[in-house]
């Protein structure tokens, strides 16, 4: 049976590292897993995934008004080849109507979909697709990382000035020069390092 799979973590955990591992275990394998990125994701090119650790792929890019079941169908059929999964980046951008557009593409062509992202923003709260993914997905599955603490990071915290920043727009690109993942207790008292 085909799974929506919700894979998140704070950042700094390897989901798009390991979104090219789950593409490049389908390619070594003959199949075809269709990758999708958004395009509010510059950092390496429109058209591209790419991990801290310098590995690299190429993507479809999907906005707020991206139709998921036409870039499948479209892709497929330029392809003129079977596909057998797709994997989604940086998912906590998806809206309610495109989350339901995987849900169907899952039900409807019996193929695995895999969405990579973020739980929450840099204020503790959930992004719109990450809420819709968390309600509807067959498995939902936390990356982690550390803070520097050494306990789990569960917070993306947003740095400006080497402060923690709690207002702001929801949606502002960045890694390390940006944004830290912290523990719960090191994100509310604010402690960027020992």
Known sequence: MA??????SAMGAGK???????????DERGMKALIFNSE????????????RAGIHKNAIPYGV????RKL???TREALGAAVHCLLVDEAQFLTKTQVEDIVHIVND???????????????????????????????????????????KATMNARIVDGRIVRQGEQVQIGGNESYIALCREHYLSGELER
Do not use: H
Request: glycine share 6%; with cysteine.
């Open 72 to 74: 499948y169908r479209e």
């Open 65 to 68: 008004s991206s139709d998921f």
């Open 109 to 151: 062509e019996k193929i695995p979909v895999i969405c990579y992202g973020l739980r929450t923003d840099f204020m503790g709260q959930l992004f719109e697709g990450s809420t819709w993914l968390l309600a509807w997905a067959d498995a939902i599955e936390e990356l982690k990382t550390v803070c520097w603490c050494g306990r």
């Open 16 to 26: 798009s590292l390991d979104l090219l591992k789950v593409a490049y275990n389908y």
């Open 40 to 51: 509010l994701d510059t950092r390496f090119g429109r058209e591209c995934v790419a991990s």
């Open 3 to 8: 799974k929506l799979y919700f894979r998140y």
